[in-house]
């Protein structure tokens, strides 16, 4: 049985204040409930070593939203693996819909970050997936087998199993459109079984798959009930304690 991962994805959101606030209101309300699910928090980079120190104590785990794939150097603006463990972070989210349409990050770019993430030891929420048009032009599983198999490449079936895949079709981000759960469902389905070609049956069966896109309260049960979603990348409904631990209790 997969467990069901909750990550929230805060974006250019939150001042150190706001941070202290939110992660507060979330780690009183899961001491408070039973949940079914493992929780992880994406601050941005100025409000990692203060998010670090309030999720102590709890079950809350803490990932970044990007990093470079160098270790040091003249890249002016950049964070390293070694500075996103050095604050306490045990996740980053690679490849991000965002990253790829607003700073041009490509497929092999994505790839290279991967690698260096898992060789210092971080955990990469790796994200895909296809935009409208390419949707409504039906070449969304080739979109998908693109990404996947380049964002993969090198990586060993070892390595693969401290992977997170995060499905998010770009068209449903932050648009307040969302994937059916009869679509999101046949492409989760598609991912797992190229999984399985890639690697192996055991390592289909074990990767986690989540969803992203206006993932909200009232739709997470359905997304979450279906057999080939294993969890939730949450943009928007995360910077609320309300609707982040409505989704956390959907699980």
């Not at 100025?46 to 670090?52: P, Q």
Request: hydrophobic share 40%; proline share 2%; glycine share 8%.
């Amino acid at each position: 049985m997969r467990k069901i991962v909750v990550a929230g994805n805060w974006k250019m959101n939150n001042d150190l204040s706001q941070t202290v606030d939110l992660i507060s209101g979330i780690k009183n309300a899961l001491a408070e409930s039973t949940v079914n699910a493992d929780v992880i928090v994406c601050p941005p980079f100025t409000s990692l070593e203060a998010a670090k120190t309030l999720i102590e104590g709890s079950d809350i785990k803490l990932g970044a939203q990007n990093m470079h794939f160098e270790e040091s150097g003249a890249y002016t603006g950049e964070i390293s693996a070694s500075m996103l463990k050095s604050v306490g972070c045990e996740f980053v989210i690679l490849g991000h819909s965002e990253r790829r349409t607003i700073f041009m990050e490509t497929n092999e770019t994505i790839n290279k970050k991967i690698k260096k993430a898992l060789k210092e030891g971080l955990k990469p929420i790796f994200c895909i997936g296809e935009t409208l048009e390419e949707r409504e032009s039906g070449v969304t599983n080739k979109i998908v087998d693109s990404q996947v198999k380049k964002g993969l490449e090198g990586i060993s079936e070892a390595e693969l199993a401290k992977i997170i895949i995060a499905y998010e079709p770009v068209w449903a981000i932050g648009t307040g459109k969302v994937a059916s759960k009869e679509q999101a469902q046949e492409v989760h389905a598609f991912i797992r079984n190229l999984i399985k070609e890639l690697y192996s049956g055991a390592a289909a069966e074990k990767i986690i798959i989540q969803y992203g896109g206006s993932v909200k309260p009232d739709n997470a049960v359905e997304l979450l009930s279906q057999p080939d979603i294993d969890g939730a990348l949450v943009g928007g409904a995360c910077l609320k304690v309300d609707s982040f631990m409505g989704i956390i209790k959907s699980a």
